[in-house]
C-alpha cells in the first residue's frame, strides 16, 4: 500500500507503489527530488533554479528568455543592429538574385536572337541593302538577230 496517496499510485503488476516525474520513492513512500540540489536543470550562465512541487522552475537573469530543451538562456529581443545587418544582408541577396536573373535573360535573349536572325538568313535576306534593292536583268531576245 502506498503511503503517500496524493503523490504516487499503486501498480497492478508490482507489489509497491511507483513515483511521478519529479518523485523519487522506494516503493513505498515518494518524495519530491530537488533537481537544484542535484544539479541536472538550469546549469547555464545566468539562470537560478526554484525548485517546485514534482519539478522545478528556472529563470534567467534581466530580459532574457529559458529554453528548457536546450537548458539555456537568450535574449527575449534581438538588438536594432543585428536586425539592420539582417535586413542588409537580406536585401543585398535579393538584389544579386534580382541583378543576376535580368543578366541572364539579357545574354539569353540576345543568344536567341541570334540564332533566330542566322536561322532566318538562311532563308530570306535580312539586310537593309537587300530589301529594297530589285534586280533587274535585260530582257535577252530569244532569237540571236543576224546583223
Known amino acids: 500500500m502506498c503511503l503517500n496517496l496524493f503523490n504516487a499510485k499503486q501498480e497492478e503488476d508490482l507489489s ?7 518523485f523519487k520513492g522506494d516503493g513505498h513512500k515518494c518524495e519530491d527530488v ?7 536543470v538550469c546549469q547555464c550562465n545566468g539562470c ?7 519539478g522545478y522552475d528556472c529563470k534567467c537573469k534581466g530580459n532574457q528568455l529559458y529554453i528548457m530543451e536546450h537548458d539555456t538562456c537568450i535574449e527575449r ?10 535586413f542588409s544582408f537580406l536585401a543585398i541577396a535579393v538584389g544579386a538574385g ?3 536573373y535580368i543578366f541572364y535573360k539579357y545574354r539569353l535573349r540576345s543568344y536567341m536572337d541570334s540564332e533566330i536572325m542566322a536561322i532566318m538568313s538562311q532563308y530570306m535576306p535580312l539586310d537593309n541593302n537587300h530589301q529594297n ?11 540571236q538577230s543576224s546583223v
Do not use: I, Y
Open 77 to 86: 529581443h534581438s538588438s536594432k543592429v543585428g536586425r539592420v545587418l539582417m
Open 48 to 54: 537560478s533554479c526554484k525548485n517546485t512541487w514534482g
Open 16 to 22: 509497491g507503489c511507483k513515483c511521478p516525474f519529479g
Open 133 to 143: 534593292q530589285v534586280v533587274h536583268h535585260e530582257a535577252e531576245p530569244l532569237r
Open 98 to 100: 534580382v541583378a543576376g
Open 34 to 40: 530537488d533537481e537544484c540540489k542535484e544539479g541536472v
